[in-house]
């Protein structure tokens, strides 16, 4: 259900480190996810996205998997930088509803 | 490409006031979404446009909000009038068909 003020999870890794952000899904039927990056005063960007058919999809320096059994897909960042300090978004969608829904996300913070 | 545009990039306005923001998709893209972010309910999906037909409006507040897009390059997201609760950051989003949505810089709304 919806909660009355949006309160962050919040990630704290020190400059190096790898970071490892988790999103729980809620639609069994969602075969489509997505991980979005946002910082301060700007709109979500992209990062990663995969398909239900594959469990892990990797990228530069960062991994996404994903576990259908428990409805959790999870974002890992090697080597994190200052630069990856944002708020990250995952997002699901359904093949052919267009739409997507996002989770509340999580606030990564990197400690140079 | 430039990327999905947005302007005004603020809007202070008083309540019972119109606004308008515009919203310029990528070009090729024909889907064309709005969003509001606030810290109160996060990220919500507010209608999207296929093809510049507006294809779901459910998450469209009240009658006060309404959507248009008369061409393939262009959209409005209107308000009439301005409530203080409508005080937001406004982001429009495009895509294809088969990919992830890219959104624009956001329009901060303040209503007083």
């Known amino acids: 259900g919806e909660s009355v003020g949006l309160h962050l999870p919040t990630l704290s890794v020190q400059e190096g480190d790898n970071s490892i952000i988790n999103c729980a899904y809620s639609n069994s039927a969602s075969d489509y996810f997505i991980w979005y990056k946002q910082e301060s005063g700007k709109g979500p960007q992209f990062i990663i996205d995969i398909r239900s058919n594959m469990d892990k999809r990797q990228g530069q320096r960062v991994t996404v998997l994903l576990n259908k059994t428990v409805k959790h897909l999870s974002l890992q960042i090697a080597a994190t930088q200052p630069g990856d300090s944002a708020v990250y978004f995952c997002?699901?969608?359904?093949?052919?509803?267009?739409?997507?829904?996002f989770g509340t996300g999580t606030r990564l913070t990197v400690i140079p | 490409d430039a990327g999905v545009i947005q302007s005004p990039r603020h809007e202070v306005t008083e309540m019972g006031q119109e606004v308008t923001l515009r919203c310029k998709p990528i070009?090729?893209?024909?889907?064309l979404f709005w969003y509001r972010q606030t810290m109160m309910r996060g990220l919500e999906l507010l209608i999207y446009?296929?093809?510049?037909?507006?294809?779901?409006d459910s998450g469209m507040p009240e009658d006060r909000f309404s959507a248009k897009m008369p061409n393939a390059s262009f959209s409005t997201l209107k308000i009439q009038p301005s409530e203080p609760r409508d005080s937001a950051v406004y982001f429009c989003a495009s895509s294809s068909p088969s990919g992830e949505q890219y959104f624009g810089p956001g329009t901060r709304l303040t209503v007083t």
């Open positions: 997002a699901e969608n359904v093949t052919g509803a267009n739409n997507l829904f």
């Open positions: 070009s090729g893209h024909d889907y």
């Open positions: 446009f296929n093809n510049n037909v507006p294809i779901d």
